[in-house]
């Protein structure tokens, strides 16, 4: 390909990246502005949960189990509203389960006045494809770089809580001492975990959080750099680390610093941060003792017999061969072949 051919194409992806940023800024809004404005599209109908989450698995086969929703009829809120709604989420690849994820789940399900939702591999399309159409970079990111589940799982779970609010919960975490009271008057809600982080595994937030805002861009943007789409460290590109990076963001809009996540280094302690727009973020808990609050893994040493089981892939196991292309090229490759 000649020289002056590249320039180009980059010069179009380049634009293609600075429209996605341009987009997110204007829904954010600035600092000053105590509420967020309309984004500049919507799609004609914005999918109910129900809707989102409807599958075509009705029946599994023994000894796995069919999860449902809970639905009951909650009050409607304006998307900013500053309450975490009484919403439930959590995915994994397939509405059927092993009875012991079934039991876990079902934690979550007993919680008096909450609705419930379970995002197979089906509702996380539809959201990818109706969140897409608000961020734009995100339509070619998909199909060509979000190649590991675990990465589609972490961007999902921003989208999700983004777009609707609400509780989300790793299919194989509970409750320990926490109760949802714990979440009243609370615009977002965290616990420290084990490298003194806000929890991934556990996130509860309003609607149209800045914090989920700013951890989508991270996502975006770190997946959109990737050198190789096989080999993805996904607890720093999407993960973690990730939310991590869109916290500090989050952070200095309110004027505080948040040391970056470093070994042997404790950025977040339990407290209430301030940061973009007078919003704010909750903090729980001691990292070492993070369990004491949500339990993050009751299957123990049974996680990747059960995950095997349902054909999934453990997140630290979930490294494909080095595909030898770039985020960048795959998509190049897609629109304008090799």
Sequence with gaps: MRPITKLILYASFTLLLIENVLVGFYWMGTISVQEFPAPPSFPPRRLTLAELTASSNKHCQSPLLHIDNQQISLPRKAPSSKEIPHIIHQTSKSRCVTPRLAKAIQTWQTWSEWEYYFHDDEAVDRLIQQSAQHFSLLGDLYPHCLVHGTVRADLWRYLILWEYGGVYADVDAVPASFTPDWLKDNDAFFVVEQYHLLSQYFIAVTPRHPLMWYAIQVALSNLWKLSDTGGVAAAVTTGPHALHQAFTLFAKDGGLVIEPARPGEKPVKAGTYVGTQGRS??????AERQNEIIDRDVLGNFKKREYSRLNMTFHQDDKKKLS???????????????
């Design 281 to 286: 973020v909750t903090a729980m808990g001691v």
């Design 324 to 338: 030898r292309k770039a985020c960048f090229a795959a998509i190049q490759e897609s629109k304008f072949g090799k």
